[in-house]
């Protein structure tokens, strides 16, 4: 059974922090993504990621990086938090060519 | 600027009908198609996909593709109160699924009815 794991399910952050959101997989899957939902905008894509050190900017990276110094774990950082990235953020894996991509729980975090 | 659109709802429809959903998309690029459900509070997960033009059935599902006309639907037979979620439709210009992320549509909101 697949197993994506995401650090925390709610987050609370004042304006200015540094957040790290951490994605765990267990499956040794090459592919991993981020993404944020918002009501009314539904699900975007931040970044993905091929393999470990590899990054790929999706629609809307501008006020995040990401890190992947591991296979199993991809990091979502934002280096300045700010109100307008209070949302969902959703983590997922696809391995290789497979066309089913699993999603991790969820992190709601709240940036004040 | 790739762009999927979904009726947002809510769609209403009696347990035990069909219901059908739709979905269209503005990258003819398209090479992948993707069906989510998503439970209020939950994450998505993947019901079906599809990638050639025509009918794909598994279970009480069927995708349908139509790429001349940029048209992708799912249909629900015999619908269930527990297929009230919200469905989240999505498409990849990766021929290899989803390796390059999906863009999603904003979803529609499906409601079955005792």
């Known amino acids: 059974d697949v197993k994506v794991t995401q650090s925390s399910r709610y987050l609370v952050k004042r304006t200015g922090e540094k957040v790290f959101l951490e994605c765990v997989q267990d499956m040794d899957h090459e592919n991993m993504f981020w993404y944020r939902q918002d009501p009314g905008l539904g699900l975007r894509l931040i970044y993905f990621s091929y393999d470990v050190k590899m990054k790929e900017k999706g629609d809307i990276p501008e006020g995040y990086s990401v890190s992947r110094e591991k296979k199993e774990r991809f990091s979502l950082i934002l280096e300045s938090a700010s109100t307008n990235q209070t949302s969902m953020y959703l983590c997922?894996?696809?391995?290789?060519?497979?066309?089913?991509?699993?999603f991790g729980p969820g992190t709601r975090l709240t940036v004040t | 600027q790739k762009e999927v659109e979904q009726n947002s709802g809510p769609l209403s429809v009696p347990e035990g009908a069909i219901a059908s959903l739709n979905c269209t998309y503005s990258?003819?690029?398209?090479?992948?198609f993707f069906w989510y459900r998503q439970y209020s509070g939950k994450s998505p997960e993947l019901i079906m996909f599809i990638y050639s033009n025509g009918d794909k059935e598994d279970g009480r599902f069927t995708a349908q593709l139509n790429k001349a006309s940029q048209y992708v639907s799912l249909l629900i037979r015999d619908s269930q109160p527990s297929d009230s979620a919200t469905y989240l439709c999505a498409v990849s210009a990766s021929s290899g699924g989803g390796a390059d992320g999906l863009t999603f549509g904003k979803g529609t909101h499906l409601i079955i009815q005792p």
């Open positions: 997922a894996t696809v391995r290789g060519s497979s066309y089913e991509q699993y």
């Open positions: 990258d003819r690029g398209s090479q992948s």
